[in-house]
């Protein structure tokens, strides 16, 4: 991991890992084991749960916290052993069966019965194979945009859309508040083993779960207060002091006075030889991918808002413990990471600074964001989101291989362009989140429709696109050296836009050829400004009487005269 670093670097590097070594280790010294509760009834909610629910009160009815999944299976399907399958990752799992509600002005979870019927079945068989595409299209649409009730649930959707014998659509749709993504890759996972077993009549191969996410929201209450709230709260504190409330993006549209989270996504590719090139220098700079690629959107974010002081949220999986790995539920936590870019700064220099901001914000992960909010008592507005407008996120393919008996399983293509702009949503001013694969790298740019226009955010992609392939080949050059331009750009401002060569009679001077034109065409307007019109005669005629005037003070050819007069047709 050192190798490629200079002495100092490797040596700072080592002690920060070593530091952050022991820490962890005293951590999970100290850490208790998070107990079973006894009594199962009116269950606290974890923190991130609270805060999702409160949400919900103040705008209830809304999709913004639904995750939704789309699957393609082609093969033999066994349907009522996958309803079969389903039904018991639910009872294995509390938080799937888990609504919310009020006791003495307090939510609290209320664990429910495993459903008869955890499974939908719609029949489109009998349409023709392109209104089938319309069909789905309009379930997927209907399945993300239906609000979940809290109170009464459920708070899971699966719906199998059939097309034929062999080929159907999963839709899965859960709230927020009882998962997060990597929930989902459990469920699928989990769902999977237990209908592979099923078919072939063994034992389900899932590991008993060694407890339920309402023992863990129990536990984190305990566990976050006293003396460990204060030193995790300490950090957050001093580190996002006098940090700025907003940041003012060069936007095509006025903010709105209210949010209305509005979005669409477009598409970021970057070629294999850019990407391979970028983890060559995280390498090298003894950074992650992530912090490389964070680094450089930090450095488009300062471009486009001509700030230096920036706070860039990122969402982390937060699962510091191996009881809750194996669980579902909302577990993911939000980093407010405070990076400050100096144009004067190199792009190695930057990296150095992002990378000890990460580090210590791990290390301070265990916090809730709600609750640093709280503590930072951020003045709160409808028109924007506390502390942080833009989020970056680096995954891992989403969905990973996965294998159902003899039934072929792919990730449906996202819905086109169309389609999207009635049902996208944007939480946030930009989300740029990327992902990791075999082939590259790839993601997307979601953004507030009411905030941008897509050609400006397709112009801002390309931006990124040539900031990565400036900092990845001159790391060492200062920041404000570094040009984001693309190739297109270049040849349009420095060329096409100046390629205002026109001929004409060199022989005859300005004036004549001016007299020429008052000749030819006295009616054509010759000055447009601010809604005021000149023709070429007007212009000439007053150019007269000026002449006439400076002639009677004494002007004559090669005397001086200086004008001070502000832009308008008198100029």
């Not at 850019?274 to 390498?283: F, P, W």
């Not at 100046?498 to 005859?508: F, L, Q």
């Amino acid at each position: 991991m050192l190798e490629g670093l200079l002495p100092e670097q490797q040596a700072l590097l080592a002690r920060r890992l070593l530091k952050k070594k022991k820490a962890a280790s005293v951590e999970e010294r100290a850490e208790p084991a998070i107990p079973i509760v006894a009594d199962r009834t009116n269950l606290p909610l974890s923190f991130g749960q609270q805060r999702l629910w409160f949400i919900d009160q103040l705008e209830p009815n809304s999709p913004l916290y639904n995750l939704h999944l789309a699957l393609s299976l082609e093969g033999p399907l066994d349907v009522p052993i996958l309803a079969q399958a389903l039904g018991q990752v639910i009872g294995r799992h509390e938080v799937l069966r888990t609504t919310f509600t009020v006791v003495q002005d307090q939510p609290v979870q209320v664990i429910g019965a495993v459903p008869a019927q955890p499974l939908t079945i719609v029949d489109l068989t009998h349409c023709a194979p392109q209104d089938q595409q319309a069909a789905i299209q309009r379930h997927r649409s209907a399945e993300r945009l239906q609000p979940f009730d809290l109170a009464r649930g459920p708070l899971l959707r699966v719906a199998l859309l059939k097309l034929s014998r062999q080929e159907h659509v999963l839709l899965v749709t859960l709230h927020h508040i009882i998962a997060d993504r990597w929930s989902i890759a459990i469920l699928l996972r989990e769902w999977i083993a237990i209908y592979t077993s099923l078919r072939e009549g063994r034992p389900p191969a899932v590991a008993p779960l060694p407890i339920q996410y309402a023992d863990f929201a129990a536990w984190q209450r305990r566990l976050l207060q006293g003396a460990t709230l204060d030193r995790q709260l300490g950090y957050w504190q001093q580190q996002l002091a006098q940090a700025p409330v907003l940041l003012d993006l060069a936007t095509d549209y006025p903010r709105p006075a209210v949010q209305s989270f509005r979005g669409n996504i477009a598409s970021i590719e970057i070629d294999a030889r850019l990407a391979d090139a970028i983890k060559r220098l995280s390498h090298q700079a003894g950074t992650t991918l992530f912090m490389t690629l964070l680094a450089a959107f930090a450095v488009l974010l300062s471009r486009y808002s001509r700030e230096e002081d920036l706070v860039i949220g990122s969402p982390i999986a937060n699962r510091t413990s191996k009881a809750i790995e194996p669980l579902i539920g909302f577990f993911i936590n939000t980093l407010a990471l405070r990076v400050n870019v100096d144009q004067q700064q190199t792009f190695l220099e930057l990296l150095r600074h992002v990378r000890n901001v990460t580090l210590d914000a791990l290390t301070h992960q265990d916090v809730p964001f709600e609750q640093v909010v709280d503590a930072l008592n951020i003045e709160r507005s409808l028109s924007y989101n506390p502390l942080f407008q833009v989020m970056f996120d680096l995954r891992n393919a989403d969905v990973e291989q996965l294998d159902l008996a003899a039934v072929r399983v792919t990730t449906l293509d996202i819905e086109t362009a169309e389609a999207q702009a009635d049902s996208k949503i944007a939480k946030f001013d930009l989300t740029l989140t990327m992902v990791e694969s075999a082939q590259g790298l790839s993601g997307d740019l979601e953004y507030n429709v009411d905030l941008f226009r897509p050609a400006t955010i397709e112009r801002m992609i390309e931006h990124f696109q040539a900031l990565l392939a400036a900092m990845v080949a001159q790391p060492d050059r200062q920041l404000y050296r570094l040009s984001c331009i693309t190739e297109a750009e270049r040849q349009a401002v420095l060329l096409d836009w100046n390629a205002t060569r026109r001929e004409y009679d060199v022989e005859r001077s300005i004036h004549a050829l001016f007299a020429a034109q008052v000749a030819a065409r006295p009616d054509a307007p010759a000055v447009v400004f601010a809604g005021e019109q000149l023709s070429y005669a007007a212009l000439d005629a007053r150019a007269a009487r000026l002449a006439q005037h400076l002639h009677t003070l004494g002007v004559g050819p090669e005397t001086r005269v200086g004008v001070c007069v502000e832009r308008s047709p008198d100029m």
